[in-house]
């Protein structure tokens, strides 16, 4: 139910501007699809497993 979005969040998005990086993002979509960039960083991304454990909190 979290991902339905309200009135308010409607009205908000039809008028605030968009920022530098969800310009840039979409031009970045229109070149490069995210699925085929995604596919070539996938082999190099660390798995879950592997790597430092956690720092336990106080």
Excluded at 15 to 43: A, C, G, N, W, Y
């Amino acid at each position: 139910m979290a991902d339905q979005p309200t009135f308010a969040d409607l009205d908000y998005e039809r008028k605030r501007h968009k920022t530098r990086r969800e310009r840039f993002l979409e031009q970045l979509d229109s070149l490069v699809p995210r699925e085929r960039l995604v596919q070539r960083i996938r082999p190099h991304y660390p798995k879950a497993g592997r790597g430092r454990s956690r720092i336990p909190c106080r």
